[in-house]
């Protein structure tokens, strides 16, 4: 996904939200969702206080936006439960700056990034104000922490790692470990299992193994962290992006910033075709049926963009008579 995702707030938000700047007395919030076909960004409720926000807040699981009246101006928070689903969070993030522009950085005196019911209060964006010294959010200090690990692969001369760019970088941060070169491997196997070795800066071999359904698959997806999969249906080679909903935020941020870094390393350094490229959250969210037939073309469902570059992979060099 793209830093923007093109999704802009209707003017029944907009409107709302106005008359929320408008109004210095109140203390409301106006709730904003994305809306069910991904094409706007709408008035979700009006809530009268904080304490309701709260409540509302605690019996939520998706993703929203809040725009909150405090003293002169508007607090914006992006909220983003860990429960919510992967595809949603990118959504939101993705979207968030569009949204902030439409209604005018000059009435927004604070932007947060929050996942907890709690931390919905005054006390909370009073701890988090602009002085240098300020405590961060779990999600900044992700943020920071791989944004440091950024500038120490760029001073060591290494690849800089892909943080906020949505997966759009083509490089790759870790080295491959894989025992056996990727393409030796797929002449034995049918589906590689991948995951990322922070401690030790490389992507490994997590699994190898011959099935004999697709649907056999699932089975063997993991559901407690993400994990990068290839496999092998019928001389079609699939790619799979797994990020089940138990992952932690760091490593998904780790995985989806890093992903297209791996296909292009499958391409150019392994010469392989990539027929599909499929990003999921939890492994019963894998359209089998994409993967079954292998004549029909699969775009990445996770860059539905039109003209998308597919990678060729040339035949393996056979035996000369």
């Not at 919905?120 to 961060?136: C, Q």
């Amino acid at each position: 996904m793209s830093n923007q995702s093109g999704i802009t707030a209707n003017e029944a938000l907009l409107s709302q939200i106005g008359s929320l700047i408008n109004d210095t007395s109140s203390g409301a919030v106006v709730v904003a969702e994305i809306s069910l076909d991904n094409t706007t960004v709408g008035l979700h409720s009006v809530l009268p206080s904080l304490e309701k926000l709260r409540d509302f807040a605690s019996q939520n699981v998706e993703p929203l936006y809040f725009f909150i009246r405090e003293g002169s101006g508007i607090i914006f928070v992006s909220y983003v439960p860990e429960t919510s689903p992967v595809r949603a969070k990118m959504l939101y993030a993705s979207t968030k700056n569009t949204v902030l522009r439409q209604v005018g950085s000059n009435h927004v005196s604070q932007q947060l990034l929050l996942s907890l019911p709690e931390e919905l209060t005054s006390e909370t964006w009073s701890s988090l104000g602009s002085g240098e010294n300020a405590p961060l959010t779990e999600a900044e200090q992700i943020s920071s922490s791989i944004s440091e690990q950024q500038q120490l692969e760029h001073a060591r001369g290494g690849h800089q790692l892909v943080s906020q760019t949505g997966g759009t970088s083509h490089t790759l941060s870790f080295k491959i470990s894989s025992g056996q070169p990727i393409p030796d491997l797929l002449e034995k196997y049918n589906l590689l299992i991948f995951s990322i070795n922070l401690a030790k800066e490389q992507v490994e071999v997590l699994e190898t193994t011959q099935i004999s359904e697709t649907s056999q698959i699932i089975s063997f997806l993991r559901s407690d962290h993400p994990t990068y999969n290839l496999y092998n249906s019928q001389g079609k080679l699939h790619f799979i992006y797994s990020c089940p909903s138990g992952s932690k935020v760091k490593e998904r941020m780790l995985y989806a910033s890093n992903k297209s870094g791996f296909i292009t390393h499958l391409a150019d350094v392994d010469k392989l075709t990539l027929d599909s490229v499929s990003e999921i959250g939890d492994a019963s969210e894998l359209e089998l049926s994409k993967l079954d037939h292998p004549t029909a073309k699969v775009l990445d469902t996770s860059k539905p963009a039109p003209g998308q570059l597919k990678f060729s992979r040339p035949k393996r060099p056979g035996r000369r008579a």
